[in-house]
């Protein structure tokens, strides 16, 4: 079952371009959700967070949008760049675990 | 200085071997975690290690053995290794149990079962 779903799966976003990114979930006891970019080769690395007590959260070009009564968040990269190319997971936690998302694999093309 | 390293990086062997991943973690963290990462990219937590005492167990085959001899490395066994384990293993660490705290990545381990 996956309590985490990631939407879409590859994206492609012209340089310059709004890059976003969706997920849901299902258990309502979440309690903490980050986004983690991944480049190849390499471990992921959380990149913003948020709790479910704020709608949005804003750094850089990077904002996460939660909407709580949806039990949806979403990662928007603004003026996207060539090297914001990677694997973006999002993921939920409750406790002491992670629940990651199926990845998207976001291209930047110039 | 690389803050959690794996060895090997690479690990090609045959089925039914028994093999070691090593992790090491230069943060001061007391809690670190083993996650696969199939061919698919998905990733799920394996283990989890809190000042050297397992904090979570996923479902995954007593095959796997984690051993934290110290707070500062978290190694993972596997005895009879099988196809299906061929993936990317990835060690983390954290500050704290909570998984509110951020979670430090090493590059992964690539495991291939022939």
């Known amino acids: 079952q996956q309590q985490v779903k990631q939407s879409p799966q590859s994206l492609i976003v012209q340089k310059g371009g709004i890059s976003i990114i969706n997920c849901a979930y299902e258990?309502?006891?979440?309690?903490?959700f980050p986004w983690y970019q991944q480049f190849p080769g390499k471990g992921p690395a959380l990149l913003i967070a948020i709790r479910p007590d704020v709608s949005e959260k804003k750094e850089g070009r990077f904002t996460i949008s939660f909407n709580k009564s949806a039990k949806q968040f979403s990662l928007h990269i603004m003026d996207s760049q060539p090297g914001d190319s990677a694997t973006y997971f999002c993921?939920?936690?409750?406790?002491?675990?992670?629940?990651f998302g199926t990845g998207t694999r976001l291209t930047i093309i110039p | 200085d690389t803050a959690v390293s794996q060895t090997p990086k690479y690990l090609v062997t045959q089925m039914g071997n028994d093999k070691s991943i090593k992790c090491e973690q230069n943060?001061?963290?007391?809690?670190m975690y083993w996650y696969k990462q199939d061919s698919k990219k998905f990733l799920k937590i394996m283990f989890s290690y809190n000042n050297k005492e397992l904090i979570i167990n996923e479902t995954v085959p007593n095959r796997f053995s984690p051993k934290s001899p110290d707070k500062a490395h978290l190694n993972l066994h596997i005895n009879s290794l099988e196809l299906g384990d061929s993936a990317v293993y990835f060690c983390?660490?954290?500050?704290?149990?909570?998984?509110?705290?951020?979670?430090?990545f090493g590059d992964g381990t690539r495991l291939s079962i022939l």
């Open positions: 943060l001061g963290h007391d809690t």
């Open positions: 993921a939920a936690s409750k406790n002491e675990k992670l629940t």
């Open positions: 258990n309502t006891a979440f309690d903490y």
């Open positions: 983390a660490s954290s500050q704290e149990p909570l998984s509110s705290q951020p979670q430090h």
